[in-house]
């Protein structure tokens, strides 16, 4: 008996240090954002960033948490100009490092430029 007791107090106390579950964050896009610019606006670069971060590394938007939603204005085009970063190659937006979700609403997201780059990692 008391090693029973003893068994479910252990548990009871290793639950209660345990984190409590990330729950996702929604980060919206403002229409056509690309670059990362403290202007206000949330664009789709700082969207991936704060997202695989579960912080608020861009102020302009919403920290990420968990497994994140990011969406994008409906019917919008997101021209990407230049390469972010070289990840095996140069990439147009930030590499996804974790669990994102993007809400396109019938987006486009385009590489604009006459430079080769991919989009994502």
Do not use: W
Request: proline residues 4%; charged residues 10%; neutral net charge.
């Amino acid at each position: 008996m008391k090693q029973t007791r003893r068994a479910a107090l252990a548990a009871l106390l290793l639950s209660a240090l345990r984190p409590p579950p990330a729950h996702a964050a929604n980060i919206t896009v403002a229409a056509g954002e690309v670059a990362i610019s403290s202007n206000g606006l949330c664009s789709l670069r700082e969207a991936i960033v704060n997202a695989n971060a579960d912080a608020a590394t861009h102020a302009d938007c919403t920290a990420g948490s968990g497994a994140d939603v990011i969406t994008l204005p409906a019917a919008t085009v997101f021209s990407i100009t230049d390469s972010y970063a070289a990840y095996n190659g140069n990439t147009g937006l930030p590499q996804v490092t974790t669990a994102i979700t993007i809400e396109g609403n019938g987006s486009t997201i385009d590489r604009n430029s006459g430079t080769n780059f991919r989009l994502f990692a």
